[in-house]
């Protein structure tokens, strides 16, 4: 990310997180606290996201009739017949 798409932030926080991030500046898994923050923010949000999607999803099975809960079986399998089919690995 550029500095000029970057915000200033000031804060403190709890010891433990602050060891947690400089570990990441150390390992290289991110070039300064600034990155280590937002590599941890992302994964945040990522898990957040992953989260609303998994209530959304059981939330929309569980207001399905027994009917619509059948088909959406029968479309399930299908797709799943027909993607077994499919060689992902081979090159267009």
Request: glycine share 2%; no cysteine; aromatic share 6%.
């Given at each position: 990310?550029?500095k000029?798409?970057?915000?200033?932030?000031?804060?403190?926080?709890?010891?433990e997180?602050?060891?947690?991030?400089t570990t990441?500046?150390?390992?290289?898994?991110?070039?300064?606290?600034?990155?280590?923050?937002?590599?941890?923010?992302?994964?945040?949000?990522?898990n957040?996201?992953?989260?609303?999607?998994?209530?959304?999803t059981?939330?929309?099975?569980?207001?399905?009739?027994?009917e619509?809960?059948?088909?959406?079986?029968?479309?399930?399998a299908?797709?799943h017949?027909?993607?077994?089919?499919?060689?992902?690995?081979?090159?267009?």
């Amino acid at each position: 990310m550029s500095k000029a798409g970057r915000a200033k932030l000031s804060t403190t926080i709890a010891e433990e997180n602050y060891r947690f991030l400089t570990t990441l500046v150390k390992s290289g898994k991110a070039e300064s606290l600034a990155e280590a923050v937002d590599e941890v923010v992302e994964d945040f949000r990522k898990n957040e996201n992953r989260r609303r999607l998994a209530k959304a999803t059981s939330e929309y099975f569980d207001s399905l009739s027994s009917e619509e809960l059948r088909e959406e079986r029968s479309l399930t399998a299908s797709m799943h017949d027909m993607a077994k089919r499919i060689d992902f690995d081979r090159e267009l």
